[in-house]
């Protein structure tokens, strides 16, 4: 038997689920499906949906269309949470419907920072062709 390593990623099968209930997930949020004044104000983004192991447990991570009113957003879908997993349930088929939850997607604040890196004046320096070299 095969013993599974630390640096092993998710499983293809959780990468299918994953990317099956993101789609659910938006497609309920685009629709305006849910009844609930903070989510219809709001166009939602969900880049990426990461499943546990058992697929029992769905971590969706989400960010409001210009970043603004994070914490009312997620407040509001963890309101709306039980009929988001009765939705994803009907579009889904699984054996279980996986139990959502919601994070913050910090990835554009990931490549914010990199790009604000690249654009910094050391950078730049390095990237500039050498005078010296020219001569």
């Known amino acids: 038997m095969r013993k599974p390593t630390e640096s092993t990623g998710p499983s293809q099968r959780q990468q299918r689920v994953a990317e099956l209930v993101r ?3 938006a497609e309920v949020l685009s ?3 849910l009844q609930d004044p903070v989510l219809s104000q709001h166009v939602i983004t969900v880049p990426e949906v990461r499943m546990s192991p058992d697929l029992k447990i769905a971590t969706a991570y989400v ?8 914490t009312g957003v997620l407040e509001a879908l963890e309101r709306n949470r039980k ?3 009765q939705e994803v349930a009907r579009r889904v088929n699984l054996k279980f ?4 939850r919601f ?3 910090e990835t554009f604040d990931e490549a ?3 790009d604000a890196l690249l654009r910094s004046d050391k950078v730049q320096r390095d990237l500039a062709p050498d005078s010296d070299a020219e001569e």
């Open 112 to 114: 914010a920072r990199i």
């Open 103 to 105: 994070r913050r997607d």
């Open 97 to 100: 419907a996986p139990d959502l």
């Open 23 to 25: 789609h659910a997930i």
């Open 83 to 85: 009929a988001l997993r």
């Open 63 to 70: 960010m409001p269309l210009g970043g603004r009113d994070e």
């Open 31 to 33: 629709r305006g499906d």
